[in-house]
């Protein structure tokens, strides 16, 4: 039984895709619409939340995701936003919110279409309304394709800001006669090797200047405007669209000086990095160095222990030197063994995967689309859940597939061990990653043998955290034999 209304804690939620265009329903419209309904069903406002510059397309929000943790953890009653779309603009995404929100007893509360998911009639209409507004989004994004399409043609180099060094007039780009000579000469000095602090020294006093930071140098010089391109979006562009202010030769110069990442985080030399997680958290130890007076530098491994998802309550911390020559030892001791080998047939089952997930997402379609809304609700949410359940199987063994099989085919005709003593760090990193889906490291000051586990491609769990997909703050279930007894 759901509690009226007049008792509801809800927080706000407020999204808009591009703040600060000037149109649409912006971030102060939404809250007044919200604020009154409010006040016009006594609902109390606990906590605003705000998404700006943040596409509905999917649910990966900051600030949508704190609003469901607190429903889910009892500190609000609900979500109340001023339209649908300012919710969510995909089916699948939406319903899987609306799902989180009625799995811990929450409302939904859409003030534009009076709509209130607590109702068997607010459902059914919330799931036909979803699917319209990822109608609108597709559609809307396909036009903007298509403009920059034209616009790429035309030669209109689509920016928010005129690159510096250019004006514009009549749409198009063409060199400013007070800058672009210093553009030029400093593309020619960093062809040449100069350094950026030089380059900065090159600049005028001018606080109105666009450019007057290092990083503002780099994006200028990674910008291929100046070859003459023009460019709308990441899939379109038009060489000789305007006059050039560097020729193709000073700007390759340039890019092939453009240094790779130091690592004096650890990164650079970090074997394990993106590979090593910590088993309080499942997450990914970062790498690091840390020295002693009189000691050269050594690299660290360790959890940050706050995350977007919660805090681990077990961070794990490793020495770099120790727990790199143990993982080594156990993997070629794995393929001397013949515990690991190729796989042949990887193109096959990949396109076989890539099959089910495709029959998936169409069954999960066709059952939020087709389903009457005078279903039951207990039979709708477990039909529901059940085709989920399987697009999500099937999509986490096409990712398992797809990120290996390429790595794999690589090293197919490698002999791993005999060749491991002449792969760089880099090289090694990436056989690793072929075969391994995670190294697990327990906090402690054991043994490095009774911390760590490796666990092999198809062994690790198939919802570990990675980047675009926040996980859970929950454990890794340690091997209750240890890792001897689990070979």
Known sequence: MTRSHTTLRVDEYVRVSRFGAGAGLGPDLQHEKIAGHAKLHGLRIVKRFDDLDKTG??????GFQAVLERIETGK??????????????SVVDGLQA?????????????????????????????????????????????????????????????SSKVPF?????HKRLVPDPEHAALVRRLFKARADGAAFSDLLAMLPPDRALPVRTENGLRAMLRNRVYLGEARAGRKYAKAD????????????????????????NGNGGALLSGLLRCQGCRYCLGATTAAKVGKPRRLIYRCHGKHASGTCQARAGVEGARVEAYVERVVLDAFRGGRLSVESNVSEDLVTARAKVAAAELELSDFVMLTPASLDRAIYTEGLEQRQVALDA????????????????????????????????????HVLAAFIDAVFVRKGTGPIEERVVVLYRGEGPVDLPSRGRRGAVVAFTWPSEGYAAAR
């Open 241 to 264: 669209a305007h006059k050039a202010l560097v020729s193709q030769d000073v700007f390759s110069r340039v890019q092939n000086l453009r240094q790779k990442a130091h690592p004096r």
């Open 57 to 62: 397309a999917n649910t990966d929000r900051p």
């Open 98 to 158: 609306i799902r989180r929100i009625h799995d811990a007893n929450g409302h939904l509360i859409i003030v534009e279409n009076g709509l209130d998911t607590t109702t068997p009639m607010g459902r059914a209409f919330m799931t036909i309304l979803l699917a319209f507004a990822q109608l609108e989004w597709e559609r809307i994004r396909d036009n903007w394709d298509e403009v920059n399409e034209q616009a790429a043609a035309a030669g209109i180099h689509v």
């Open 76 to 89: 609000s009653d609900g979500m109340i936003v001023a339209r649908l779309d300012r919710f969510a603009r």
């Open 394 to 429: 099937a999509q986490a063994e096409l990712d398992a597939l797809s990120s290996s099989a390429s790595d794999v085919g690589e090293y197919a005709e490698l002999d791993v061990v005999a060749a491991w003593p002449e792969l760089s760090v880099s090289e090694r990193r």
């Open 165 to 169: 060094g250019y004006v514009r007039e």
